[in-house]
């Protein structure tokens, strides 16, 4: 019924940036919060940012002043502007948002996840 579709990952060298998109379609009657997770080999998945539909913003410590997490309610979709990348941000990254369908509660969808890596 709901599908994210990531895009924006790849291989950047130390302090470069990237950004990340991730894109909700179906039939989707309303998105509450939008986050990004990530996880690195042989880690438990971490969130990184969440940012509500009214656009309030948290972001885990290791990344604040870095990343910036955004969306486009028009487009149903979320950014993640990702600066002054280091080698520890290398991870698989995740979208997540809580969606909802006609008539239908709110439900936590997944992407399919995107590969960041960040050379030395």
């Known amino acids: 019924q709901v599908q994210l579709v990531e895009s924006g ?7 470069g940036s990237l950004r990340l998109s991730c894109a909700a379609s179906g039939s989707i009657f309303s998105i509450n ?19 509500t539909r009214g656009g309030s913003t ?6 604040k002043g870095r990343f910036t997490i955004s969306r486009d309610n028009t487009k149903n979709t979320v950014y993640l502007e990702m600066n002054s990348l280091k080698p520890e941000d290398t991870a698989v990254y995740y ?10 509660p709110y439900v936590a969808y997944w992407g399919q996840g995107t590969q960041v890596t960040v050379s030395p």
Request: glycine share 14%; net charge neutral.
């Open 58 to 63: 948290n972001y885990v410590d290791s990344v």
């Open 33 to 51: 919060s939008m986050a990004w997770y990530r996880q690195a080999p042989g880690k438990q998945r971490e969130l990184v940012a969440t940012i």
């Open 95 to 104: 979208c997540n948002a809580e969606c909802s369908v006609p008539g239908g």
């Open 9 to 15: 990952g790849g291989l950047v060298q130390a302090g």
